[in-house]
């Protein structure tokens, strides 16, 4: 079993939907929990970041954490056709700076 | 622009062979990890360093190796290639070493072994 599993997609919604992107790990002792963002030919780019379990909001954007279940969840609202890209969940824990990604879910959203 | 830049963009060479990846980490950034994507595997951590030193492993094969120099830029080197070395290789700077330092990706070096 993988340390961290992400559904790869594709995910295509119309323009204006909302978006559930999710990744399960097995790890209890990750702690920092990430999205990123990653656009064709680009590098991963951080969208958001959270310690604790609950909801953090930023914009359009809700990244969630439920560690008793072991799953975060990233939300995005009014999705637009700009939001298209692969998005990588990922995560570390105290002692270790290197992150363990999800393998990726590719969003397309449809104007 | 992340403010990583690597070198070069693309590469194409043939099995057996031996390449050079260089990276520049941001401005003030100390830390260089190496990672490599892949379609099956995803995106994972090859190495670390930190201000010159090697600082954690992942699975990084014994044909590749690695360095930061004094001037903190980095290069990942692969050897004895093979066809399942293609891969995308990004590098990501951060200030420190700590789980919680944000590391910034750069573009990337597309490597095909043919």
């Known amino acids: 079993q993988k340390e961290v599993e992400q559904d790869p997609g594709p995910l295509s919604v119309p323009e204006g939907a909302i978006v559930s992107l999710n990744c399960t790990y097995s790890?209890?002792?990750?702690?920092?929990f990430m999205w990123y963002r990653q656009y064709s030919r680009k590098g991963p780019e951080l969208l958001m970041y959270?310690?604790?379990?609950g909801n953090k909001e930023d914009g359009r954007f809700t990244a969630q954490v439920d560690k008793s279940s072991k799953y975060i969840s990233l939300f995005i609202r009014d999705s637009q056709p700009s939001d298209s890209a692969t998005y990588l969940c990922?995560?570390?824990?105290?002692?270790?700076?290197?992150?363990?990604f999800g393998k990726g879910t590719k969003l397309s959203v449809k104007p | 622009d992340s403010g990583v830049t690597q070198t070069p963009k693309h590469l194409i060479t043939a099995t057996g062979q031996r390449v050079t990846l260089r990276c520049s980490p941001r401005?003030?950034?100390?830390?260089v990890y190496w990672y490599q994507q892949s379609l099956d595997q995803g995106l994972q951590f090859l190495i670390q360093?930190?201000?010159?030193?090697?600082?954690a492993k992942g699975n990084i094969l014994e044909r590749f190796s690695a360095q930061q120099f004094p001037d903190l830029h980095s290069e990942l080197n692969l050897s004895s290639l093979e066809l399942g070395d293609s891969a995308l290789y990004f590098c990501?700077?951060?200030?420190?070493?700590?789980?919680?330092?944000?590391?910034?990706f750069g573009p990337g070096t597309r490597l095909t072994v043919l």
């Open positions: 990501a700077s951060s200030v420190g070493s700590g789980y919680t330092d944000t590391q910034y």
């Open positions: 790890n209890s002792a990750f702690q920092y």
């Open positions: 959270t310690y604790s379990s």
């Open positions: 990922a995560m570390n824990r105290p002692s270790q700076g290197n992150l363990i």
């Open positions: 401005s003030g950034d100390l830390s």
């Open positions: 360093y930190y201000n010159g030193e090697e600082r």
